[in-house]
């Protein structure tokens, strides 16, 4: 027995879903015959039989399976495939009388999950989670209903006369890029970050401290110790958008980081809030909205319009006079076609090569087939 194996060409997806089968259940298939269709948050993979041999499905249409786990199995013979199916579906029969045992006693949790939720309060039936519970979610719970610390222990950094003072919104990989880009300016400094996790509280980031969470915002600039913050999340399109209208609702102005190396065209009209990050580039009369966050050898050239709370990873590329609306998330390494139009709230796969507009709401996913390992010619 050898198994079909989904492959992990998806780095940024846990999961992926099985589309539709392109082999019959019990079919001869060949190493490089395509067996399934899968789909991530990203992709569409085309996954090959990578053996030889009897094809027995081991998930259904429609089932989430694991990155690199099994979704079918190859045999040698009729035999020891019939004797392989009947063992599998007398394991679903039990799974499924344990599943429906189960339901009647509430949600599925490891004892140590019960004992937690019970010393501490936590309604099990409220995670609202499939599968089983663990020690790890109810103390996801517990966190969240955790009372907020009203005197974090660390105040924000002094600045000089003059310089501005920078609130960085975010203490993750994001907060580190966003320190290099203000470190190279001695007229900005970046004097404190704040971030939701409770357990950065305390701590800093290249130097800067954590000084609490959201909540201390207010508070900063009513007390002058802020000019401006700026938002370094890079990987969540609504947490960003959340932070700008926190800052624009308290009256706390946003302001730019743009790195040194990055090429801002004539004649490019810039919001307020945008991370840009090296080797960017602006093309000439382009047009760029609030609290965008593009990565490193972005371009958009000449005449392009974004929109606002855009973020996109590194690499992506856009001729001229294309419109870009708000919300959009994209991948690395995407190439768009010029006077296309990229809807608002579209979230675009890393590869992809874009000749057409996209509608709002939309998802491009990138199909993706296997690689074929050519050996060298012989001499």
Not at 94 to 103: C, D
Not at 187 to 202: H, M, P, Q, T, Y
Not at 257 to 271: E, F
């Amino acid at each position: 027995m050898r198994p079909v194996i989904v492959p992990t060409a998806d780095v940024n997806s846990e999961t992926c879903t099985i589309v539709r089968w392109l082999s019959a259940d019990g079919a001869l298939v060949r190493p490089d015959d395509l067996v399934v269709e899968v789909e991530t948050s990203k992709a569409v993979l085309d996954v090959p039989a990578g053996g030889e041999g009897l094809l027995l499905r081991a998930a259904r249409e429609g089932e989430e399976v694991p990155m690199g786990g099994t979704v079918a199995y190859l045999f040698p013979d009729r035999v020891s495939l019939e004797e392989f199916r009947e063992r599998l579906e007398h394991e679903r029969q039990q799974a499924l009388e344990m599943a429906a045992k189960g339901a009647t006693r509430g949600p599925r949790a490891s004892r140590k999950a019960r004992e937690l939720a019970t010393r501490h309060g936590v309604d099990l039936a409220a995670l609202a989670k499939t599968g089983l519970i663990t020690t790890q979610d109810v103390e996801a719970a517990i966190r969240r209903t955790a009372p907020v610390d009203p005197a974090p222990a660390l105040s924000p950094l002094p600045a000089g006369q003059g310089v501005e003072r920078i609130l960085v919104l975010g203490g993750g990989l994001g907060a580190t890029q966003v320190l290099d880009i203000l470190g190279g300016n001695p007229a900005r400094r970046a004097v404190a970050i704040l971030d939701d996790n409770r357990e950065l509280w305390g701590r800093d980031v290249g130097g800067v401290p954590v000084v609490g969470g959201r909540e201390r915002i207010a508070g900063l600039y009513r007390d002058g110790e802020i000019d401006a913050g700026i938002v370094s999340i890079s990987t969540s399109i609504r947490v960003r958008k959340m932070f700008r209208e926190l800052c624009r609702d308290l009256g706390v102005p946003m302001t730019n980081a743009i790195d040194r190396t990055a090429k801002i065209g004539a004649d490019v009209r810039l919001g307020m809030g945008n991370v840009i990050c090296a080797f960017c580039h602006l093309g000439v009369g382009a047009v760029v909205g609030d609290n965008n966050f593009l990565s490193a050898y972005n371009s958009f050239d000449h005449h392009c319009v974004l929109g606002s709370d855009i973020s996109t990873g590194p690499s992506c590329v856009a001729s001229g006079c294309v419109e870009i609306g708000s919300r959009v998330r994209m991948g690395t390494g995407i190439f768009i076609e010029p006077y296309l139009k990229i809807g608002d709230d579209v979230q675009i796969a890393s590869g992809a090569v874009i000749l057409q507009s996209v509608p709002a709401g939309h998802t491009l996913k990138l199909r993706i087939g296997h690689t074929v390992l050519v050996p060298p010619k012989s001499s």
